[in-house]
């Protein structure tokens, strides 16, 4: 054992290893060297360093942002797939928001035509405004049980129909508590229900299977075998199997999943369809959705449609790491098709990642991979021009324009795709959907 | 509300808020600024959106742009007299050479000293070292702040050594400080 030794004890362990390894050799080299033994006392004194616990301001502010995503403890979710015209699902929770300040009686709803109040002009959300006075801000524990209160009263009023758009509204809106044994159940329930009323609907059996897939217990298989069947060309089918595959490392089941999934030719999770559908199921509630004081009113809307926007399949991530080492010619083929799927799916998360997918493997100065490239700053030009648009910001001074959530749900409710539903925001506001010549996408 | 990819970033930081909490307030030992760190990932996060395919995980891409924002935020202090002036105040408050009482009672502390000595790195120390006490191997470290592993290795091993020096300086002074204030 020797100084050299020692430091790669400290850059390669953890702590709990480094004091599991204080094996005799460690500790008597530790014992005559000074340097070596303070770099240690160091290592194990920085590691365990006390670190305050996330302040309550800045859970409350991404928990509502990400429509309640992070619990402390929780396991991991794939929610950063946000899938399909979050912008739209965003916009659509304002105007319900706003829609149900009185307690109404189910309606038959239009959504897109629907006409709305002016938003009330309300100021920006700044939990960060250290200047916030105490007072105002808000209290993430009170609200989460009114929140939580409001859930369970529109459950017990959407489940008691036997409608799958209504059951399938109602998982959506418990999966945020999917981590609880006793909703998990639930969810599960409602899922197969939904799932049985609704047997040749793709929307659907793929709400099913995304809303299953974030639910621990829950089985996806039946969702994915029914998609399978009546939408064999969407990939999202197959990306539970290629999921199972690859975390119990059964390369053979890994490969059939990948050389079926590469045969698909799109990637859709039929978002934009599932959120006016849960707008619809949401608005027909009894009792609106409480408000969330120091935010700007529709945020509490807002949560129960990021819901929607956030669940996807957790797997897709697993595939992009899968395609993105591939090593072999076969998986390097069949990555690029699937990414071609990809790039042609409903959800501008699931185009970029396509993108990056397609492009493995190609040499550089390649047409395919100049096309590629081009396509990606063709797709951040619209999501940097949308990002300018006036009244999209809740943020803005000015919060929300109500012409502006209109819009979005018109272009939801118009096009599948997401980036269609941007590039017909685009145009409607006269901002070419394409980049001029010289355009370079913004780098950090 | 926000745009796609700011609530894309939102959702990302919310998955990963505890341990992004954690290394930046372990880069800048302070609640209020480590929050601003957090935030300023996001939104920086929204900007790189479609650089998410390029990583192996989440959380490494998140790491790196708060990585890149800390940086950032440290060349502009170093860029502006106004907030340089401030943090060399700040700077001076937290490794003062004549401490208070209070700051007396905190050198006792090893932490405390620990603290002090860990804000006197510089940024790029402090990152690496932040790393590495949350658990990070090399090869994430790598993957994070985009050093080689042996220039990592290197400056690993030169941030603890003049953590060292700086602890050792500060239980120099502490003593001395404390002859001073008991024969007054």
Redesign the interface.
Known sequence: MNCQDIALLLDDHEVDDLLAAKQPAVREHLSACGECARDWQIQVQLSNAAIPEVPAALRARFAIRAAGVAQPGKRPRGRFVVIGTCIALAAAASILALQMKEPRMPAAATVVSATVDPVPEEPAVQVFNKARPAATAPKPDEEAKEWEAWVHRTEDWLAARNDPDALIATAFLLEEEADSPGISRRISALLQRAAALAPESARIQAAALQICGVTRPCDTTPYEQALRRIAPDNALGWSGEVGRASRVDDKEALSRALTAMSRATTYNTYAGASALSMIAQVRSALVAPPDIKGYFPSMSTYMAFGAIAATATSDYMLLKKLCMSAADDRTLVECSQIGAAMQAGDTLMHNLIGLAISGRGLPADSAEARALAQQEVRVRWIIQQLGQLPGLDADEPGGQSTEAQQALLGATAKHPREIDVMRALLEEQGIPTEPPADWKPQKQ | ????????A?????????TL??VA??LTHN??DA??L??DT?V?A?????R???M???LHWLLR?MH?RFLDCARRRQRSPFIAAASEQHARRVVSDAPGPEELLQQAD??GA??RA?MRLDDTQRTL??L????Y??AEIETITGLAREV??MR??RA??T??QY?DESNDATPAAGRVESGT
């Open positions: 509300m926000p745009t796609p990819e700011l609530q894309r939102h959702a990302l930081v919310a998955e990963h808020l505890d909490f954690r307030y372990r609640v209020p929050q601003d957090v935030q996001c920086a929204a900007q790189n959106m479609a998410l395919a390029a192996d995980t989440s742009v890149n090893s932490e620990l603290q860990f070292l932040s590495r006490a949350e658990g191997d090399l990592l290795r690993l091993h603890r050594r953590l060292a602890l």
